[in-house]
């Protein structure tokens, strides 16, 4: 049989000979590529914010939604692009979704005004959604099952640095030239990515359904996931004297649009909505174990400069660059703890992981006053090497629990858990902030507790799983 006629499914599992090899790299290089690319937009952008207000002689306020506009449009097409991705192929997905970020860049270049920007970032959240939601289903197919670990590492890894790499780009950035040029690079970057994808990707695989996305499904869907997100951001942006009724009225439409789609979704066999694989117990345990972990991470990340510059009084500089160690450390225990995935049960992995996150949550919750820098560094080290243990083998217990034609929704998944975690941790520092108003440190240290508890309940989650250790495979003669 040649080469061009294996299925993705059986060449991601022939033997490691010189050119499997470089396919695979060449592949993610694809993968990392656009995954740095996405992270990386989602990082740069905090800081242009008053820049924007500034140029446009605005409300600072009105500025959130040119995040906000990206987020909404990522979360609620994330599962509907999953399962496009079973229908027709993770690599069209994916590339039709890096080429239409590309393009909304160069609009969010060119925006003339706020409501411009706002679209355009609308439509980069259609890209990004293209590209996340298949981003495990293609390392899976990329990857024989005795290295899938090493590959969901990798993905850690990059996160981590483009985390970290972000901010740090932006300053330079903005510092020189406008906050235009952050979008400088997006297109030639996402075409280049189109190209090699076009070549490198495995080939789509056949439909394992020959039917269409439903309509309904989709409305219900983005109902459901937009109208929860709107409900949560008037409820963490809630203060004193203003009504809540708007919330209310969003979280309503929220549930009621999610009863109904539960209720046309639960009898099909590939449910957009995947409750098919939230039957499996150990996909559902480690679902929970994610959204928990984001949810501490978020409140960890926002807290975090409010904690060491109004608190403790370090420099912006400073600052910044102590919380790098986080990332950091996450960079380097993540490629160590991916050799050890399969060999290791996962559960045992996350709730060890998790454990020291919380750890590391609680000591800079009882950071003393004028620490050193050292002092500081270590409890953020600690809280990115936890996170490190847990990430790359929960990831790869979602990806791999699910039945391989459902691949593209555990990825999907993947995302939904992480914008969950995201929005639940910012709406509970916000109601730390709302519970101890004018506090000096107080709701920030109470903040860092909460995340210490959501980082155990983790942990607990992670240890009920039971995944089963892969043996290394015999060496071939």
């Known amino acids: 049989m040649r080469n061009s006629e294996l299925s993705p499914t059986s060449s991601s599992v022939l033997a490691d000979d010189g050119m499997q090899g470089r396919a695979r790299k060449l592949a993610m290089a694809v993968i990392v590529c656009g995954l740095m690319i996405c992270v990386l937009d989602s990082t740069m952008l905090n800081l242009a914010l008053p820049q924007m207000a500034r140029q446009w002689q605005i409300d600072p306020a009105y500025t959130l939604w040119v995040v906000n506009a990206n987020q ?15 229908r027709l192929g993770y690599k069209r997905v994916y590339l039709w979704g890096m080429l239409v970020f590309g393009l909304a860049s160069i609009l969010a270049a060119c925006a003339p005004s706020l409501p411009w920007l706002i679209v355009a970032r609308a439509l980069q959240g259609v890209g990004m959604a293209g590209a996340l939601s298949v981003n ?26 483009s985390t970290v790499m972000g901010p740090v780009l932006a300053a330079a950035v903005l510092s020189q030239v406008s906050w235009r040029w952050l979008f400088s690079l997006h297109l030639p970057l996402a075409l280049w990515v189109c190209w090699l994808g076009s070549k490198a ?18 409305l219900l869907n983005v109902l459901m996931f937009g109208a929860l997100f709107l409900a949560l951001d008037r409820i963490s942006h809630y203060t004193a004297g203003t009504g809540l009724w708007w919330a209310l009225a969003w979280l309503v439409l929220g549930v009621g649009a999610g009863y109904l789609y539960v209720q046309r979704q639960k009898h099909l066999s590939q449910p957009m909505l995947p409750l098919d694989l939230l039957r499996i117990p150990v996909f559902r345990l ?38 790098s160690a986080w990332p950091l450390a996450l960079a380097v225990i993540a490629p ?34 004028g620490a050193a820098a050292w002092d500081i560094a270590w409890r953020m080290a600690l809280c990115g090497a936890g996170f490190a243990m847990f990430q790359s083998p929960n990831n790869h217990t979602i990806v791999t629990s699910a039945p391989v034609h459902r691949s593209g929704a555990a990825s999907g998944m993947l995302g939904t858990a992480r914008h969950t975690g995201q929005g639940l941790g910012a709406i ?29 309940l983790s942990a607990i989650f992670s240890g009920l799983r039971h995944t089963p250790v892969t043996q290394p495979a015999e060496p071939r003669n």
């Not at 909404?72 to 079973?86: E, F, K, M, N, T």
């Open 336 to 369: 160590l703890v991916g050799r050890r995935i399969g060999r290791v049960p996962a559960g045992h992995l996350g709730a060890m992981g998790m454990c020291l996150f919380a750890a590391g949550l609680w000591a800079l919750a009882w950071l003393p006053v």
């Open 286 to 323: 480690s679902m929970g174990a994610s959204v928990c972990a984001f949810s501490a991470q978020t409140i960890a990340f926002l807290a975090m400069p409010f904690l060491l510059i109004e608190s403790h009084g370090v420099s912006t500089a400073q600052a910044g660059v102590l919380i």
């Open 428 to 456: 509970c520092l916000a109601g730390a902030f709302v519970l101890w108003p004018g506090t000096e440190g107080v709701a920030e240290q109470r903040a860092m507790w909460l995340a210490g508890g959501f980082a155990l």
């Open 72 to 86: 909404i449009a990522s979360l609620v097409l994330l599962l509907p692009l999953a399962a496009l991705g079973d």
């Open 136 to 161: 495990g289903a293609l390392v899976r197919q990329i990857y024989p099952r005795s290295k899938l670990g090493q590959g969901m590492a990798l993905n850690s890894m990059v996160v981590a640095l």
């Open 201 to 218: 990707l495995p080939r789509p695989h056949e439909a394992s359904d020959g039917r269409g996305l439903s309509w309904w499904d989709l």
